[in-house]
């Protein structure tokens, strides 16, 4: 990590001259001017002694592409000065990274002309081909650090880099100043799209904790943020011309204080004092904030199902004879009956109506229309449905969902925007040109790269965060049945399955989801965040050469120390160990435990039921059961497993 070094004579020295004038400010001056200057030479020699710290080396998440480390340090300080090459101090990026300087207590002045002992960003004067947009090489050496990158974009993560160069506690600590070992790195990124979701439908998350979850993004150089905005439990955008969505449709009873899963029905009567929803002004707010930080912001807008909280405002819109009467749900709703009525005409202008009013909110050229789990059994008894189908020759409901799709599609095409849908619009069929989020599997994202659509995996397996990271007795209540490690996201692969290079280049990168029945604060979102979010960002950037495990996971434990600094909150993770096998020359069974969290002990047998402290590979024989229990800092932390040996 890193550690602190005396600060020696020269501090000793300064401490003198302050004490010997002191001394000659009591014999000479009033006791007020005494007192008055006594406070100010304390304040002065506190500001002047911040910690000097000498970094022994770098935990970077995500790892970059290329790192060489080299013998020498080059000492930041105070008095390191700036040099802006291509950029100037207005610009974006260099308005932030001085912000973050001066809120660190460096105090960058910008130089017209390089020097040596300064920090220099640097726009690349010749584009280098192989860094593209978001790559950025970093140079430190005995005449300072050198940030280059092609553009403003790659110098902000650049800078995201060399904030992890600094020490893990640098937003709570003072240092005045900080040795950084040479080193020279160049980094590029995997996959273009990087994103993270966050479901505000189930839970309503303001604007400040939606920037805070933004500013986490931006450390890990996730460029995409899904915003689930509607669902059956609230619509959250303020929409001018149907008022009611946002009275009727962004409020429930408040059920917080009971289990997500066992929540009573509302009473006759009862204030619905739970949601919320968000102003254009506060949609433009936060849209610019996460411009700032490279961020493109993918609004979704979810349809024909999931609509409890619209057919609640406006009942005209669900299908002919259907007399359910809806609510903005308040806990478990399956399945999801709540769906538009295709055969409506009201339906479609209603939905382009939303739509007039969303585009010129999101710069982005995509929008998210959702598509998932829409149960057709209204569908199925709705008159005005079946005359439709029979109007467009089609054959199933599925069908009839996809025309819904290509009109929104088509009209959002005239608009300059693109469509994204969960991986059910391929079943009623897309155009080539429609974005396929494969979220039951991968498999939907094979077919539609077969299909030449272009592709963003997000398989519940490996990315849904809202599963329990770890053993659900050690943790708070989170979505049941499935279990997504740490460890099994940064096993992640989103080309996996894909059999040309052809359906490879369809796969636009992939995503995070974090979807929020048992998460109802920023809190435990953070929680169920971290450090799985880490993970994915190093799947996403890093070359999969490059990603070691047992390094990612002694890098992870440096960065909780960063992340609980900036006032995140992190995630357990799991003490359950997993093991794999090899054989040896003479063809014994060599079994190694791996974990996941830095400082796990781990105690074995394999039978004989004598305990013993896991130290490396040993030998088990075919057939045989090797018990574990996992010990963290002395306390009991998992349950026995049973691991069967199997080779």
């Not at 060489?68 to 390191?80: A, C, F, H, V």
């Not at 930080?293 to 909280?309: K, L, M, Q, S, T």
């Not at 020759?393 to 469509?419: R, S």
């Not at 088990?620 to 040996?645: C, D, P, Q, R, W």
Request: aromatic share 12%; hydrophobic share 35%.
């Amino acid at each position: 990590m890193f550690e602190q070094k005396n600060v020696g004579i020269k501090r000793n020295v300064k401490k003198v001259c302050y004490l010997c004038i002191l001394y000659i400010i009591h014999k000479k001056m009033r006791k007020f001017t005494y007192i008055a200057c006594f406070v100010m030479l304390i304040a002065t020699l506190v500001t002047s002694c911040g910690r000097k710290v000498v970094i022994e080396n770098y935990a970077i998440i995500p790892q970059p592409a290329e790192m060489t480390i080299e013998k020498g340090s080059y000492t930041l300080s105070s008095s390191t000065r700036c040099y802006a090459g291509g950029v100037g101090q207005n610009d974006q990026s260099v308005k932030y990274i001085f912000a973050h300087l001066r809120q660190w207590h460096f105090n960058p002045i910008l130089t017209g002309t390089r020097e040596t002992n300064s920090l220099q960003l640097i726009i690349n004067e010749t584009p280098d081909n192989d860094l593209g947009d978001e790559g950025y090489t970093i140079d430190i050496n005995k005449d300072g650090i050198v940030i280059a990158a092609n553009t403003e974009r790659g110098l902000f993560y650049g800078f995201q880099t060399f904030v992890q160069m600094l020490p893990e506690d640098i937003s709570e600590v003072r240092y005045s100043k900080i040795q950084l070992p040479f080193c020279q790195i160049r980094d590029y990124p995997q996959y273009a799209w990087r994103g993270s979701h966050l479901d505000v439908s189930r839970h309503f998350f303001g604007v400040s904790q939606v920037k805070k979850h933004l500013d986490l993004m931006a450390q890990y150089k996730m460029n995409k943020f899904h915003w689930h905005l509607t669902d059956d439990h609230g619509w959250r955008i303020e929409i001018s011309k149907y008022p009611l969505l946002n009275d009727i449709g962004s409020w429930r009873v408040d059920r917080d204080d009971q289990p997500w899963g066992e929540a009573d029905a509302p009473r006759e009567g009862e204030e619905r004092s739970n949601g919320g929803y968000y102003t254009k002004a506060e949609i433009e707010e936060i849209v610019n904030y996460a411009a700032e930080r490279y961020i493109d912001v993918i609004p979704e807008i979810d349809f024909p199902g999931h609509c409890c909280a619209v057919l609640e405002a406006y009942p005209q819109l669900a299908c002919a004879g259907d007399d359910t009467t809806y609510t903005v749900q308040y806990g478990p709703y399956w399945p999801p009956r709540a769906i538009l009525c295709a055969g409506n005409d009201s339906v479609m202008l209603f939905l382009k109506d939303i739509m007039d009013e969303i585009i010129p909110l999101f710069p982005c050229n995509y929008i998210h229309i959702g598509g998932d789990e829409a149960v057709k059994e209204n569908w199925e008894r709705c008159p005005r449905c079946k005359k439709r189908m029979k109007e467009l020759k089609l054959n199933d409901y599925e069908q009839l969902q996809g025309w819904m799709v290509v009109e929104m599609e088509n009209y959002l095409k005239g608009q300059g925007k693109k469509i994204i849908g969960w991986d059910e619009i391929l079943d009623g069929g897309v155009s080539a040109d429609a974005t396929v989020m494969s979220w039951r599997g991968s498999e939907g994202g094979i077919k539609a790269s077969q299909h030449g659509n272009d592709v963003i995996m997000t398989p519940l397996d490996y990315c849904y965060l809202n599963f329990y990271q770890a053993n659900a007795d050690f943790q708070p209540p989170a979505m049941p049945n499935s279990l997504v490690t740490l460890h099994k996201v940064y096993s992640f692969d989103p080309v996996a399955g894909m059999r040309t290079e052809s359906q490879k280049k369809h796969v636009l990168g992939a995503q995070c989801n974090l979807w929020t029945e048992y998460i109802n604060t920023p809190e435990m979102a953070e929680y169920m965040l971290l450090p799985r979010l880490c993970a994915m960002s190093e799947v996403l950037w890093s070359p999969i050469q490059n990603r070691q495990w047992e390094d990612f996971r002694s890098r992870v434990s440096r960065h909780r120390i960063r992340l609980e600094a900036n006032d995140y909150r992190i995630g357990a993770s799991s003490f359950k160990p997993w093991v794999t096998y090899e054989k040896n020359a003479e063809g014994a069974t060599i079994a190694t435990l791996h974990w996941e969290i830095e400082g796990t002990n781990i105690y074995y047998h394999t039978g004989d039921g004598n305990f013993k402290r896991y130290t490396g590979p040993f030998e088990v024989a075919k057939g045989s059961v090797i018990t574990t229990i996992s010990f963290y800092n002395g306390m009991l932390k998992e349950k026995a497993y049973e691991l069967n040996v199997e080779k």
